[in-house]
Nanobody
Framework: QVQLVESGGGSVQAGGSLRLSCTIS????????MGWFRQAPGKEREGVATIYYRTGSTYYADSVKGRFTISQDNAKNAVYLQMNSLKPADTAMYYC??????????????????WGQGTQVTVSS
């Protein structure tokens, strides 16, 4: 059974930092991509950052480039999202996902078969 568990969310002031963690169990596809997505109230879920398990290649949404960093620890089956210089616009529920997205489109949700329950990030001004 595949399971993804997120942690590390919380409330911070603008300019602060948070580090999200996602532990993955039961998923062994070496070609898989892991990603962080977020969804704010009334908005669609959007891709934030993704990383390919085998190559370590990373992709970022324009809105977070230079502020967020995705990384993985394959030995621990974990994926992380370091978020710096947080803005109120980053407030959302953040989800970890794993799957096989369409080539060149890893920031879109199709192809991600497995999702965590989410962790809330709230940034106050």
């Amino acid at each position: 059974q595949v399971q993804l568990v997120e942690s590390g969310g919380g409330s911070v002031q603008a300019g602060g930092s948070l580090r999200l963690s996602c532990t993955i169990s039961g998923y062994t596809k070496r070609s898989a991509c892991m990603g962080w997505f977020r969804q704010a109230p009334g908005k669609e879920r959007e891709g934030v950052a993704t990383i390919y398990y085998r190559t370590g290649s990373t992709y970022y949404a324009d809105s977070v480039k230079g502020r967020f960093t995705i990384s993985q620890d394959n030995a621990k089956n974990a994926v992380y999202l370091q978020m710096n210089s947080l803005k109120p616009a980053d407030t959302a529920m953040y989800y970890c996902a794993a799957g096989l997205p369409r080539p060149g489109d890893s920031l879109s949700t199709p192809g991600y078969n497995y999702w965590g329950q989410g962790t809330q990030v709230t940034v106050s001004s």
